[in-house]
């Protein structure tokens, strides 16, 4: 009898053991942490952000090989929404309500603006259509609005962009060189010509840099990605005069944008801004 008792004992015990070890496990498992949740992403910016050149298009001239669309799924990001708009200036992205997609909630932004402020495209058309001279005066008119009023608009949209977004990482892609000098002429431009073109980009990418730096923004540098693919090159990632999306990037161009800026991005962090200084 005793040892009936005994034995009745153990198996009782046994018994809270197994329960107390599935009561734990249960615990365990319900206690687990959530998945990851999901970086909020906004894209705002001109017919470059839009992805203008590559049809067909929605509103605003927005393409799907945007880079904000390619970006859409990388490193956790959600596109949440895309108002990028082609034609945007540093004042119509804000008149035209382009800041209303931005809130507390955004973890990221990214944008592209400063190009049509300047009248870059008036440069382009000189130096391809006209003389020599045509070409010379309206470079610099247009690198003179670039370092001497740009740089005031930038710091006001900017300032506008964080405001609206106040826990967000915002990242500023700049614009690429246009032109291959190295493949000679191009319609009426001398292969000099296209490397001052090319140069003026280069002046408005570097006053559109210190302005995001100025703004505590990350600027994505895309020009090394696109050399040697300029528009006179035999392999093209900027559309030519006689396309409809002239002097925007091809499918492959938005390709090597959507790379840059990936490539630059890492980790954002859901609800930690981490804007970079």
Excluded at 7 to 32: D, E, F, Q, Y
Excluded at 253 to 264: E, K, L, M, P
């Amino acid at each position: 009898m005793k040892r009936s008792l005994r034995t009745m004992r153990s198996a009782v015990l046994a018994l809270i053991a197994a329960l107390a070890l599935v009561g734990s496990v249960g615990s365990v498992a319900s206690a687990a942490p959530a998945a990851a949740s999901r970086v909020v992403y906004d894209a705002l910016g001109d017919s470059y952000a839009s992805g203008y050149g590559v049809p067909p298009y929605a509103e605003c001239g927005r393409s799907q090989s945007a880079y904000a669309v390619q970006l859409d799924g990388r490193h956790r990001l959600r596109l949440d929404d895309f108002v990028a708009c082609a034609g945007a200036t540093t004042t119509s992205l804000v008149t035209g309500g382009q800041l209303a997609a931005l809130d507390a909630d955004t973890d990221l932004v990214t944008l592209t603006i400063g190009g049509n402020d300047i009248g870059w495209s008036s440069a382009v058309a000189a130096c391809l259509g006209g003389t020599d001279a045509q070409c010379a005066g309206t470079v610099a008119l247009v690198d003179t609005r670039t370092t001497g009023q740009l740089p005031a608009l930038l710091d006001t949209v900017y300032a506008q962009v964080a405001a609206a977004a106040p826990n967000a990482h915002v990242v500023v892609a700049g614009y690429p060189r246009l032109f291959s000098p190295e493949y000679g002429a191009y319609l009426a431009a001398s292969s000099a010509e296209l490397s001052t073109l090319n140069a003026s980009a280069d002046t408005l990418d570097a006053v559109i840099a210190a302005a995001a730096d100025r703004a505590g923004f990350q600027f994505v540098d895309v020009r090394t990605r696109f050399d040697g693919h300029g528009a006179n090159s035999p392999d093209a990632w900027i559309l030519g005069p006689t396309d409809p999306g002239a002097f925007h990037p091809t499918v492959e161009g938005y390709r090597a944008y959507t790379a840059a800026v990936n490539s630059a991005l890492g980790p954002v962090k859901p609800g930690c801004g981490r804007h970079h200084r």
